[in-house]
T-cell receptor
Framework: AQTVTQSQPEMSVQEAETVTLSCTYDTSESDYYLFWYKQPPSRQMILVIRQEAYKQQNATENRFSVNFQKAAKSFSLKISDSQLGDAAMYFCAPSQGGSEKLVFGKGTKLTVNP | DTAVSQTPKYLVTQMGNDKSIKCEQNLGHDTMYWYKQDSKKFLKIMFSYNNKELIINETVPNRFSPKSPDKAHLNLHINSLELGDSAVYFC?????????????FGSGTRLTVV
């Protein structure tokens, strides 16, 4: 079974600073998708950013960007200019090769300090 | 104009009872899912349907039975509820593996078995 590792159970960052959340995964596929989801205390799952594995260019969405290292099977999320509203659980989720099934990591709880 | 709606949002019931959770999406997506999030926030896929056809059935007790009357609806029926079934259950939908833009999640159903 595919495994997804988020090695940081908890992280904290000062408001307006930058933080990077790590994610590694295993796969034997060459074409797949990767996602970061955010779950605030409201428990709603919100899509933050998406990356297609065949694209070398790292995805960016406003203050959120990824560092995708395909050979290393690493997919980290960088949050710039952190805001209080960024406080949440963050889940890394690659698709399981050739299917639309997403496998989720155990999550990183991000705290943003004012 | 909710995209993926689940009902009920909260469900408290006694052991041994049978209960159902309903899910509807108005996005025109082809694929729908049920995920279970345990007390440690770990998200695990249970089932997936594509156009009313079951395509993913993870190792889930037979007491859990999904039903998809049409591609916009995916319901989850649970028989003989046990304490260990207490969790948050998420419904989600996606376009399908040929265009995986990510899942759109419902707001979750918190099931508590007492």
């Amino acid at each position: 079974a595919q495994t997804v590792t988020q090695s940081q159970p908890e992280m904290s960052v000062q408001e307006a600073e930058t933080v990077t959340l790590s994610c590694t995964y295993d796969t034997s596929e060459s074409d797949y998708y990767l996602f970061w989801y955010k779950q605030p205390p409201s428990r709603q799952m919100i899509l933050v950013i998406r990356q297609e594995a065949y694209k070398q260019q790292n995805a960016t969405e406003n203050r959120f960007s990824v560092n995708f290292q395909k050979a290393a099977k690493s997919f980290s999320l960088k949050i710039s200019d952190s805001q209080l509203g960024d406080a949440a659980m963050y889940f890394c989720a690659p698709s399981q090769g050739g299917s639309e099934k997403l496998v989720f990591g155990k999550g990183t709880k991000l705290t943003v300090n004012p | 104009d909710t995209a993926v709606s689940q009902t009920p949002k909260y469900l408290v019931t006694q052991m041994g009872n049978d209960k159902s959770i309903k899910c509807e999406q108005n996005l025109g997506h082809d694929t729908m899912y049920w995920y279970k999030q345990d007390s440690k926030k770990f998200l695990k896929i249970m089932f997936s349907y594509n156009n009313k056809e079951l395509i993913i059935n993870e190792t889930v007790p037979n007491r859990f039975s999904p039903k998809s009357p049409d591609k916009a609806h995916l319901n989850l029926h649970i028989n003989s509820l046990e304490l260990g079934d207490s969790a948050v259950y998420f419904c989600a939908s996606s376009q399908g593996k040929d265009r995986l833009d990510g899942y759109t999640f419902g707001s979750g159903t918190r099931l508590t078995v007492v």
